[in-house]
């Protein structure tokens, strides 16, 4: 089996994390602990950008050196990660030295070979995306996305990105599922169809002393994205002699699923891929652009812009797990999206609440009641009990090709679908009626619901860490393996089965 290796967006380190980074980062763990659920070996990785003008800038606002600005927000995001119940297993810096080594080692490879020169650059500069435009590149005197621009001449050093033009091409189009959504590989390829230049990836000293020093030329440090993209590689033992097996078993044999922003596909789609070809090494496995999350003017949520709403207190206000599963089943994967208490709370009632709440409450409740907290036996399928079987057994093939595809709302989805059914089957055979007549009757109904529980809530882990945990353990069961959720019934008859408090009691924020 192939393992899964999923990275996010290493961080600007100029202002704390808000609910549009940890949007990427919670879909990231999301999608990784699906993969261990599948059984397969996982890698997650995320980390900090540290190097560069936005960030020398900030730390010199606040009249501290760079180096500790970065010690303070690294930190801030490794805490509020854990906070979030991010299970990444990497957590990277670009200041560490050993990144600072491989950056040097891959530039000096890449000049010794003719693909990097050096050259006098005129042109358009933008500090907050860090990128050079050409004049023909500016609509109305600004960035193509609107960032004020100033001009600058200087010698720089050229990576030949020009020549890979075509195999970058050639590979995308080979590989349909490289760069996802499908409007964002057209977008790629579009942005293709013009010549491509070659990347700037040197800054002098005199202007921008943060970061790493260019190995032939010490007047000079590494452009930002060229140090940050190559993270990814750093982290599973690029250039380490010492790590060879760590970097095929991670990069060569498997490559990563890189879950980016929107704003940030050329960098990777077209810098990286390129910076790869360059290097001999093999592209990452896929690329997937997120959508933004939006404020409420419906515009980007971000932290230079002001208007920030912090993943602590959402969390907070609604319950980790209720944050998570809004995020992972509004969202379609790749959309932008609003965010707003009252969409939260919609969902979380609806079908938290409401859905697989009420079912859990209720089945517990009545075996409480009828069998005195302890499993009831399995009788003979009937119709009704047999398709809801036939149901539920087929949810954990359609999750899995579901996340496979990118395709987590979806993945949601199906699992509603079916706690709305098993809602409505208990609702028809109303077992607290049943038992005054027929208790074996009824305590098959309430079996048949509780191994509903058990594959949903299995099903729906990787999502809610939190409370999944509480429903496995008020069931009799501890976390699933995913050969577990083929068997029926799994649960023991007699195990002990706890009523308890509503696991997700119904939020109302917004009615106040
Ligand atoms: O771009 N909704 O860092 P960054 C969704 N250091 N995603 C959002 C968002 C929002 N409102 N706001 C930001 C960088 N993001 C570089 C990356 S990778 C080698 C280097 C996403 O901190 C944004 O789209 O500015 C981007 O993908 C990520 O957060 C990091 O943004």
């Given at each position: ?28 763990d ?27 800038q ?28 991010i ?9 560490s ?26 042109g ?27 001009k ?26 490289f ?35 260019i190995?032939f ?30 970097f ?23 810098y ?40 602590i ?46 079912l ?35 949810l ?18 199906h ?18 009626k ?16 509780l ?13 809610m ?18 050969s ?14 706890a ?14």
């Open positions: 089996m192939q393992p899964f290796y999923v990275t996010t967006p290493i961080f600007y380190v100029n202002d704390k994390p808000h609910l549009g980074t940890a949007y990427c980062t919670i879909m990231a999301v999608l990784k602990r699906y993969h261990q659920l599948f059984g397969e070996e996982t890698l997650y990785l995320t980390g900090t950008d540290e190097h560069g003008q936005k960030v020398q900030a730390a010199e606002k606040r009249g501290i050196p760079p180096l500790q600005h970065c010690d303070e927000m690294a930190e801030n995001f490794r805490v509020t990660w854990a906070e979030l119940d299970s990444n297993d990497i957590f990277f810096r670009t200041t030295p050993v990144h600072a080594e491989v950056v040097q080692a891959c530039l000096q490879k890449l000049f010794d070979r003719g693909e990097i020169y050096a050259d006098t650059y005129e358009w500069y933008s500090v907050s995306e860090e990128i050079f435009f050409t004049e023909k590149e500016l609509v109305d005197g600004k960035s193509p996305s609107g960032k004020p621009v100033s600058i001449q200087e010698k720089n050093y050229f990576f030949r990105m020009s020549k890979y033009q075509q195999a970058l091409i050639d590979h995308i189009q080979a590989h349909p599922q760069i996802l959504p499908d409007f964002r590989k057209n977008e790629v390829l579009g942005f293709l169809r013009q010549p491509l230049g070659d990347l700037c990836i040197s800054r002098p000293k005199a202007r921008l002393s943060w970061g790493i020093e190995p030329d010490k007047d000079y440090v590494t452009y930002v994205w060229f140090d940050a993209l190559l993270n990814y590689a750093t982290a599973v033992g690029l250039e380490q002699p010492e790590r060879s097996a760590d095929a078993k991670w990069w060569t044999n498997s490559g990563p699923l890189h879950l980016i922003g929107k704003d940030i596909l050329t960098t990777h789609c077209v990286w891929t390129t910076m790869l070809l360059a290097l001999g090494l093999k592209l990452p496995r896929q690329i997937f652009a997120t959508g933004w999350i939006l404020n409420k003017d419906n515009a980007k949520m971000s932290k230079s812009e002001g208007e920030v709403v912090s993943p207190a959402i969390r907070d206000l609604f319950g980790l797990d209720e944050l998570r599963y809004f995020l992972t089943r509004e969202i379609h994967l790749g959309n932008d999206a609003p965010f707003s208490v009252a969409l939260v709370e919609g969902r979380v009632n609806s079908e938290l609440a409401n859905n697989l709440g009420n859990l409450s209720r089945s517990t409740n009545l075996v409480e009641k009828f069998f005195g907290g302890r499993k009831p036996p399995l009788m003979d399928d009937d119709d009704a009990s047999s398709a809801l079987k036939k149901k539920t057994l087929e954990p093939a359609l999750v899995k090709k579901e996340i496979e595809s990118l395709r987590p709302s979806y993945a949601l989805e699992i509603v679908l079916v706690l709305t059914e098993a809602n409505r089957y208990m609702e028809d055979k109303a077992p607290w049943l038992a005054k007549t027929d208790l074996p009757a009824a305590g098959h109904v309430l079996a048949t619901t191994e509903v529980l058990r594959i949903t809530g299995a099903l729906l882990a990787p999502v860490t939190k409370k999944i945990p509480q429903l496995q353990a008020r069931l009799g069961v501890g976390a699933s393996s995913w577990d959720l083929q068997k029926w019934p799994f649960i023991k008859d007699g195990a002990a089965v009523k308890g408090e509503p696991l997700f009691p119904r939020l109302t924020h917004s009615v106040k």
